[in-house]
């Protein structure tokens, strides 16, 4: 799917790689119609030890991934809300957006931001992102302080959940 902008990260992953980084790319997500064209484009760049894909994940298991990840990518060009990225910056991630869509709005100053179409952008915010340790400090106060400005989303989710609750019985 072109709007979610995968082809454009991973092409971005392999310019860091050519250079050297050691991090492995997780992408997290259901698949769709352009699932195999990405896996395909992953191996032709051979990638494939490098990239994990997984499909939903229980809540739990998304926390910990946030936890344990370096630098979270969210390189959508068009997205209703983007919900990942302010759980992200929850739990403590630095975050890289699409400077596109309502992602200045939901990031504010709390995120590194490229251009939407610029495979070489985002390589040079992911490499921001991973190797200088000032900003990244920065990155994860700025994000749990915006985090804390969307608390109401956490509340809307729980009554939400409440309704089809009370629904299926």
Known sequence: NGRKNLSRLVSAFAKLKAKGSE????????????????????AALGLAGSVKFFEALPQEDLVALYRGADLFVYPSLLEGFGLPVIEAMACEVPVVV????????????????????DADDLARQLERGLNDRDLRAELVRKGRERAALFDWIKCARGTLASYEKALEG
């Open 23 to 42: 991090h492995s790319l997780v992408m997290v997500g259901r698949p769709d119609a352009s699932a195999v064209a990405l896996k395909e484009a992953v």
């Open 98 to 117: 699409a400077n596109a869509s309502c992602m200045p709005e939901i990031a504010g100053d709390a995120a590194l931001y490229f251009e939407g179409n």
